[in-house]
Each structure stands twice: as structure tokens, then as C-alpha cells.
């Protein structure tokens, strides 16, 4: 490939260089993470960080679920809070209702659900969070550390509130903010053509398709109205200087490190604080284990499949998964299936059933022909870097949105999961597998999405260094959000014009009538 | 400066690595620019594609100012035009009118004179492109030549139309457009706080400003309705497929080369194919010839003032020269002044008159401490570069928006024309000479400006190349500009919605009063 990134011994060097020439002392920064996959990124760019001399202090929950108490990268400060078990649960009622079908009614439900437990998470941390800022030895302890600035991930408030109390530059690791996707808070989004995420929609919509985009906007608003302020109001009242709104704090970050990009998401109007960094956790492959390579290559000119449906879902039901199995059991290719629930009856013995794969250096495997995954956006993105068309079977959350992607560029195919049984599973996979297009189309993606001036992990690390050189970048940042929302859209000034205007228009009426009165007033005088 | 892009000597082996890893098989790139100081930009920009081996045609005019016919840069083609004599009459009558001082009057007819001085320019290259289209020949050999895509500069249009009738991709090398600055024709622009061109205004404005505001952008949308129209329509209808709108092809190209930045310019919103490369031209500072070394080194520790207006005008009126040179004599500075007029009878012996000055040299020569310039775009982009605080006196376009920017950050400060006397001038220079924030803000502004991930000549080279490479850049460039305007702002779904809900109101009202009436009937009869 004629590429900048895809020369990759050639940008390691330009990396090392930069390492040597740029003296950058270690900077000091405090980093308030957001729990689960959210760790997951966090930490890649966390690693990075920490290989460039940067001190890194990481705050979390003492019920973590991934984040470690002691680690070599970060030293940790651990805030008291009580375990949440509704998400666990959460997943397999919603897996189950999704299973039946989709009606509008189980999707309130879902959606009722789904957000009465994010306030409740969202209330938890408020509370922490007020407990943290009544604790002085702590609050000291913070000041005199002397951060340089706070990284963390919006998809919870605590961190850009913390960021706010302490005085200090913010970054965010972001894709999701409190109330849905991030750029909705700081970039002008046009519903006619920005799809709001879960609509399922694209970015070419009919007159239908907007009304439904509206609804699924007026679900942010609500959630932007009656979630975050009472669980966050009164906490800003008592400890911030006058006063904040979360949507505001997050308007107010210097820096927005976006986990996506272009070639992955449809284009739509961005702010010059927003850095693209989509995929920034994508390697090349590494060699796979020698019993693994065996089988990848035992599979000759038919190639491998594999197919993970992430880390949320334990068991697929019995049914789907022997449907599933006996499909599998028909082709002449090699499978990788990670499934941790019961064997399948069904299972063929082309059919290797894993706990875990090295994912990533699967994919960059050259027998790997199709990869059928669930759509979360890091296996998403890895499938873009190399290549690899998908067969989507989306479960929760951002998952159907990631295929629609792939799928809208013919690099992937989405099958429900309420649709998934053995006629449309062989249909689909059959599809993938044999129709060029979706390989063609992937392998487009791919060279688009290595085609960059600089690697994105590289252009996370600039913009974090840059903070810290520059002390934050507020000239990157427009102040507009200060401003009132009917300043902001000038109704004011339309309502002005629009008074003067109907003014002028009733006078020159007004002046007509008296014209013509006191005229026919002159005639009948004439008449009598 | 512990920055990326200030290690010049890195960038260069990193470019130079670039250069021999990319395999880049020169590409063939056919170029209409615009005359006049946009061909100076240009020029760079082609003459950095030249020593990367790309094969250059250049459309040029047979009257052109600047651009040669023989050049080893490229080959040319150079089509008919008449010669155009308004311009250069136009820039007199506006610096007269400008001395006098600006009513709403003048400003009007100014605007007038200029609006239908740029209509007769439309007008000229829309008939000479007929004839292009209409030349068997040129087109032949156009489309036998297989250009890899078009080059332009939509300040005038025919290089978009030319680029859709052979159906090329499109990049542009841009700040204005037909009808005002580029960003208004693809980014969402909120009125509330992007100020347009013209209206001196900035990011933060009260009530009355928003309004002047919108005032300014109305023109912008007259100038689209009024003058492109008439110019192009009949030549869309014939020639291109399905007809055409300016403003449609220019939404349509695949990379906007921006040539301008967010440390010069106020934060907006963007879109993903806007590459900004503002100050691309800038270049470090050769050593100046020994007679100007040895005048400069003269000064000692006062150090040197440079003043340069540009090269539209050609002298200031002789009362304002005196007035100035006479501020001059008194300063314990050397001063080189850039002056084609009558040699000032109060010349003071530390000034030195020249034809020509090496302007970047000079600017970033460490003597130099202030800039007095009349602020167009590349002065105000060399002097941010090299970090000297600017005395400005703006005379036309958007040279006071230019020198504004650099007010507002405190790094240059502004005497409009009509005010310039030995006072004002005198206070001023003293101002920025001696208070050093001028000299500390635009020494800020410059490392800002340093700080990039790879420098914009890099940044503008590599997205060219990307277009060579994918063909295009589709991706990147939202297609909703195909949308009629009410279904862009979703009017047609918000009347449906009011439409709607006041349809349920008068139901509502009239099952009530129903309710109501029936109830009193029913009263009514008992009663009797």
C-alpha cells in the first residue's frame, strides 16, 4: 500500500525521532477514567503516555469491576462507592427482549429502564464526588499535586467536574458523554442528516425517517433535562464558583479526543477542538500461537471465519447457538468461535469453540475471510484496519449503529438478532464469504483508513502534549455555549426584524386606510 | 521552542523520509488559478508539487498580470479574455473614499461599484469558458491529457466548472469564494458568533452587532441570487448535465485547502474535508544582503521597524507620508519603509525608503520590533510566524478582519486610514513598541502557530496526494447539500409537527366546548 501509516517501520522511526527531539518532561496528569470496555481504551492510551514519561495518577471506584488498585503504569486514588448490580441484570433482560422482537412498547421499556439506571449511576457518583470535594486531605492532596491537566471519559460527569473544582485544563477520551453522542453537545448537528445514535438511521433520511430522527433527539433533550440536573444541580450550586451544567462543562474542555473518524462514521460538521483518533488502538498482527497457526492453516484455500460477540454476553440461548453451529458444520472453512456458553450438539469439526482469541492478530491473519461479530466499535474498527468484511449480529447499545456503518459502505451485513436462525445465518455468511464486493469494499476502508497524515494514536499523544505545553487551548474552543440559546440562534434578532417589519406593514396600512377615508370623507362632503 | 514543527531540521529529514518511502509516481494536475496576489499563493504551493515530481498545466489568461505563459514550473494553456481595467481604477476611487472617512452612503457605494465590478468578471470568464466548451480541440486534448483532478481557486468559478464538465475530482485552494469567505458555503455558520468578512465584527457580539451581523450576510446571499446566477445559469443549462449552481459544485469538491488557521482566525464550526494550511508560505528567515544587515544591525538595542502596505497601492497621499515620516525621524529606531510615492520632505535619517523589501527575512530577523502593515492575509500570517507585534492601517478587503484578529489577542493594534495623523501614529507605534504584551501575545500566537502535528505546506502536499491516490475524497464531504433548504433545516417535519399539534388542540378545544354545551343544554332543560 502507498501509504504514509501503512509504512509502519518508517513512522516508528518518525515517532522515535520525534521522542528524542521533542523534549517533553514528564507532564503530571490526573486521569478519571469511566469503568468496563470504556477501561479498555483508556488504558491503551494510558500505556502510551506512560512509555513517554508522563506521571499518571488514575481515580477509581472501590467496586471497580477492571480497574486495577495497584498498577505499574498509574498510581491510584480509590473513591468509596457502593457496588451497582442493575447493569449485569440489565444486559439479559434486554438480550431476552430483544430475542422476541422489537415492538415500540418493549422499546420505552428498554429505553425507561436503561436510563433510570444510568441516573442511578450517575446519582452514586454525584455522591461520591461530594464526599470527595468535603474531604479536605484529599482535596489538599489533589491541589498539591499540581496536575497539569484532567483526562477523562464523559460517558460519566465525574471527572470534567473535578477538572472544574481543581482549576485544571480538561481532555477528553470520548465518544459517548452523559447524554448520548458527544458531538451533539459541541458541534452544530443538523437532524436532517446527522442520524441520532440507536434511530438506526443513516445519513440520507426521507421525510419519515427525519420525523423519527426528531423523536430520537428529543430522548437526549429529556435526558439532558430531568437526568443530569437533579442528579448533578445541587452539588454544583454548593461547590462551583457560579454554578455549572454538565452539558456546559463539557463545552468548556479544551481538548475532545474522539474515538472515531470518517472512515468509519458518515461525514458531518465538526469543531477544531474535536481530534479525530478512531481505531488509535489498531496494531499490525502478531504471529499466533503454533497450535492456533495450525489450525488457520489447515484450513488451505477456504480460509478461516471467526465470530465473537464481545465480553458482555455470556451465553447465546441454546437454539441460536445450535442453529449457528450446524451452519458452521456445513462450510469448508475453518471456524474460530469464542462461546463461553454450553457445546453445542451441533458442532462440526471445523469448528474450534474458544474462551478467548487473540482477536486483533486473527483478523490480521491473511486466512481470515469474514468476521462475524456483535459491532462494538473497537472489533468494528480492528475489522476496518485490516480489512476483514463483517457478518454483524448487533445486541446492545452503539452495536446496530457501528454495522449500519460497514454495512451502508457494503463492507458488512447485519442480521438481527430476533432474525437469526439457520436459513439466514447461512445466507448471510454465504454472502459475506462470496460476493467480492463486501471484501473489496472492506479492503477500501482499510487503505482509507491507514492513509493518514500521522497514526492516530500519535495524534492523541500531540494533542495531550500540546495541552500540557500550552497550558490548555482555549483558542481552539468557541465560547458560543455561553451565550443564551435564542441569542445563539438569533431569534431574538428574527423576532425583532419580524416586529419591525409587521410595525411598517400596519402603518403603511394604516397610513392607505386614513388616505382613503379622509378621501371618500372629501367625496360624500362633495356628494352632500 | 520545544515544539514539533519548530525543529525545522527534524521536519525536513521526516519530509525527506516521506518523500523517498512514498512511492508517489507523479501525478498529472491540471491548475486554474485566480490572478493577482491568489497567484502568488498558488505559485507556492505548485512549486512545492513540482519538486515532488507531479506533472503541472496551468489555465491562465491571455491578458494575466502575473501569471507567465513560459515557466518551468508547468506547461500552460491560456485562453482569451479580454482585459479587464476596473480593478486597478477601483482600488484608487476606494482608498479616496476611505481617506474621507465611512458613511453608510459610501459604504454602499463602494459595496455597489465592487459588487458589479466582480458581476463583469463572472461574466467575462463564463463567456470565455463557453468558448472553451465550445473548443472541439481544447476539450479533446483536456480529456486525451487524463488529469488526475482539478486545482483551483474558487474565487472566480471556472475552475469548478471546468473540473464538473470533465467530470475530475475537485480540490480547492481557498479562503473566498464567489460570494464571501469559503466556511459559509459548507460549514454551518451560526450568525450569533461567526462573524461575516466585512462587518469587523468578532466571535463575541452584543444585540446590535448579531443584527449588523445578519445585515452582512444578507449581501453574501444577494451576491449569490444576484450575480452568480445571471453569470453561470445559461452556461450550467448547456453544458453540464442536469444543470448546475455555483455554490452546489463548489459543496461538491473533495479537499478545501483552507488558507487559514484557528490561531489566526476565531473558532467555528468545520467539516471533515477542510484542511486548514494557513501560513503554508511561511518559511524561516536567509540572512538579509550585507548593506541591510549592516543598516539593521545599526539600530543597536532599539531595534528596527519595518512598514510595508502591500502592493495594490501604490502611494499614500502625500500629506499622510509626511505626517508619518516625521513620527519616524523622532524614533531612536532605524526604520525600512517599503514607499512608492514622492520621497516625503520630512524624511528623518533613520528611515530608509526602499522599492522591495525581503519582507520575511526582514521578519524574522531578531531587530525587527514592530510590523507596520496595511494587513493582508500572508503579512499578517508572516508576522504571526515570526512573532512581531503589528501597527496596522488596513485599506481594503479583509485587511481590517485580518488586523482585528490580532487586536483581539493583543498582539496588534488598529489606526483606521481616515484617523492616520502624526499623533495617532506617533501613540501608536509608542504603544506597541513599548508595552510588552503586544510583543508577548503575538510571541504566543507564533509558538501556537509552530505547533503542529506536521506543518501545513506538509499537511496541504499530503491531502493533494490523498486525492491522486483514492480518486476523490467522497468520504469526507457530506452529501446534504442535495437537500432543498426546508428539508436541510427540517421546516417541512416542524410544520408537519405544529401542524399536527394544533390539530389536536382544536379537537381537543372543540370536544370541550361540546361537553360543556351539551351540559348546559341538559341544565337548561331541567331548569324548564
Known amino acids: 500500500m502507498e501509504t504514509f501509516y501503512s509504512d509502519s517501520f518508517v513512522l516508528l522511526f518518525i515517532v522515535c525521532l520525534i521522542s528524542f527531539t521533542t523534549p517533553c518532561d514528564g507532564g503530571n496528569i490526573l486521569v478519571f477514567p469511566v469503568d468496563g470496555s470504556h477501561w479498555v481504551n483508556m488504558k491503551i492510551l494510558l500505556e502510551e503516555l506512560h512509555a ?70 450517575h446519582l452514586m457518583w454525584s455522591q461520591a464526588l461530594v464526599k470527595t470535594f468535603d474531604d479536605e486531605n484529599m482535596i489538599k492532596s489533589l491541589m498539591d499535586s499540581q496536575y497539569d491537566f484532567v483526562l477523562t471519559d464523559p460517558a460519566l460527569a465525574p471527572g470534567i467536574l473535578l477538572a472544574k473544582y481543581l482549576k485544571l485544563p480538561l481532555v477528553l477520551n470520548v465518544r459517548w458523554i452523559t ?25 440520507k433520511m426521507n421525510f419519515m425517517q427525519r420525523i423519527k430522527n426528531m423523536f430520537f433527539y428529543s430522548i437526549i433533550l429529556l435526558q439532558q433535562k430531568f437526568m443530569l440536573g437533579p442528579s448533578y444541580d445541587a452539588l454544583c450550586d454548593k461547590y462551583i464558583e457560579g454554578g455549572c451544567e454538565i452539558i456546559s462543562l ?6 475532545w479526543l474522539f474515538r472515531s473518524d470518517f472512515v468509519f462514521d458518515f461525514p458531518r460538521p465538526t469543531m477544531p477542538n474535536v481530534v479525530y483518533i478512531g481505531g488509535f488502538q489498531c496494531k499490525p498482527a502478531r504471529p499466533l500461537p503454533a ?6 492453516q489447515s ?33 469448508p472453512q475453518k471456524v ?60 446492545f447499545f452503539d452495536q446496530y449503529d457501528n454495522l449500519l456503518r460497514l454495512q451502508e459502505r457494503g463492507a458488512g451485513k447485519i442480521i438481527e438478532l430476533v432474525d437469526v436462525n439457520g436459513h439466514s445465518f447461512e445466507q448471510g455468511l454465504k454472502e459475506v464469504l462470496h460476493q467480492d464486493s463486501y471484501r473489496l469494499n472492506m479492503q477500501r476502508l482499510s487503505r482509507l483508513h491507514r492513509d493518514q497524515p500521522i497514526p492516530p494514536m500519535d495524534r492523541a499523544i500531540f494533542w ?46 394604516a397610513f392607505f386606510r386614513f388616505l382613503c377615508c379622509s378621501r371618500r370623507r372629501k367625496t360624500k362632503a362633495k356628494q352632500h
Chains 1, 2 share one sequence.
Open 52 to 121: 513517554r514519561g508522563h506521571n499518571i495518577t488514575v481515580i477509581r471506584a472501590s467496586t471497580s469491576w477492571y480497574i486495577a488498585e495497584k498498577s505499574p503504569l498509574y498510581t491510584s486514588i480509590t473513591i468509596a462507592i457502593p457496588i451497582d448490580e442493575g447493569f449485569e441484570d440489565f444486559f439479559d433482560v434486554y438480550l431476552q427482549e430483544n430475542m422476541r422482537g422489537a415492538s415500540a412498547l418493549t422499546f420505552l421499556k428498554i429505553t425507561k429502564d436503561f436510563l433510570s439506571m444510568l441516573s442511578e449511576a
Open 179 to 203: 447524554s448520548g453522542e458527544g458531538h451533539f453537545a459541541i458541534a452544530p448537528s443538523p437532524l436532517s442528516y446527522i442520524p441520532v445514535p440507536g434511530s438506526g438511521l443513516t445519513d
Open 250 to 255: 463539557l463545552q468548556e474542555a479544551d481538548i
Open 291 to 296: 497450535d492456533l497457526e495450525e489450525f488457520v
Open 299 to 331: 484450513a488451505g484455500e477456504h480460509g478461516v471465519i471467526i465470530m465473537s460477540l464481545g465480553t458482555l454476553v455470556n451465553a447465546l440461548p441454546k437454539d441460536v447457538a445450535d442453529e449457528i453451529a450446524s451452519v458452521f458444520a456445513k462450510m
Open 336 to 395: 474460530i468461535w469464542r462461546h463461553k456458553g454450553e457445546r453445542p450438539s451441533t458442532l462440526g469439526n471445523n469448528t474450534l469453540i474458544v474462551d478467548w482469541m487473540p482477536q486483533n492478530d486473527l483478523l490480521g491473519h491473511p486466512q481470515t475471510k469474514v468476521f462475524v461479530a456483535h459491532g462494538g466499535t473497537n472489533g468494528v474498527q480492528e475489522a476496518i484496519y485490516h480489512g476483514v468484511p463483517v457478518l454483524g449480529i448487533p445486541l
Open 464 to 509: 495531550v502534549e500540546y495541552v500540557m505545553r500550552h497550558k490548555g487551548a482555549p483558542h481552539l474552543r468557541t465560547e458560543a455555549y455561553k451565550m443564551p440559546w435564542y441569542s445563539y440562534y438569533c431569534l431574538d434578532v428574527v423576532v425583532l426584524l419580524l416586529t419591525v417589519a409587521t410595525g411598517l406593514l400596519l402603518s403603511a396600512l
